[in-house]
């Protein structure tokens, strides 16, 4: 027998001198390894923060002002970047070896949509909008506008072109079982916040038409994020009439 090529492929246990085949499952696992939904979800919070931190920078080099750019009531997290990354990331990746400027195209095209059907999906939904571009050129109904498009198609490039790799590599680089526990922890809590946040402007509106909380959550809503704390935490946010005005 040619003992040094079997050692290699082989697991011998020495009391019992049983062979077992290496597999897959006998080798390490790798966390969030390709496309999958643990690497999805870190994307979307990566995107979440790192997307507050991008407006909040623009907003200060802009208008030389600091102002809450945040999507949820807890951490500095906003799910409309951190699902647009998601989308970007589906989307993009199997044409992120074309030209550069076909994946801007596609990446303006791509963001643009998203952001138009956030605005709209909170609009039907909340009664609310958070973002209004009527006053802008070039504008598409008020909800995103070319140049804001023209971001979306830059960073869209520039990330899946660019920095994707390494995120990749990052991570993975996560250990398997620490990755798995963390994940999950993490989904509990943005779900939660998700949910209180929604519940918090849900009721900003009704309180606007004088609609009593019908409930003790909703009482502890009004109690704990009043139109003083919302105000502050969403500082663009207005009901459509506001907008139309």
């Not at 507050?52 to 600091?66: A, G, K, P, S």
């Not at 009043?226 to 506001?242: H, I, L, S």
């Amino acid at each position: 027998m040619k003992t040094d090529t079997m050692q290699a492929d082989v697991i011998i246990i020495p009391e019992t001198e049983t062979v077992f085949p290496i597999t897959e499952r006998t080798q390490k696992k790798h966390f969030a390894q390709g496309l999958n939904f643990y690497k999805l979800f870190w994307l979307f919070m990566l995107g979440s923060f790192f997307g507050v931190v991008i407006e909040t920078l623009y907003c200060l080099i802009t208008r030389h002002v600091y102002e809450s750019r945040v999507g949820l009531i807890y951490g500095p997290f906003n799910p409309v970047y951190g699902g647009g990354m998601v989308v970007l990331t589906l989307l993009l990746d199997r044409i992120k070896q074309k030209r550069d400027l076909f994946v801007m195209a596609c990446s303006m095209i791509i963001g643009g949509a998203f952001e138009y059907l956030c605005s709209l999906f909170q609009e039907i939904f909340f009664g609310t909008v958070s973002w209004e571009y009527s006053h802008t050129q070039f504008n598409f109904a008020g909800r995103t506008n070319l140049m804001y498009c023209m971001f979306w198609g830059v960073l869209g490039t520039v990330f899946i072109k660019d920095v994707m790799p390494h995120l990749h590599r990052l991570i993975e680089k996560i250990p398997y079982v620490f990755g798995v526990i963390l994940t999950w922890i993490l989904i509990v809590f943005i779900s939660s916040d998700i949910f209180l946040s929604v519940a918090a402007v849900k009721r900003v509106e009704e309180r606007k038409q004088q609609i009593i909380p019908s409930n003790s959550f909703e009482e502890f809503v009004d109690r704990h994020y009043d139109d003083a704390f919302m105000k502050e935490k969403y500082p663009n946010m207005m009901t459509v009439r506001q907008a139309q005005d």
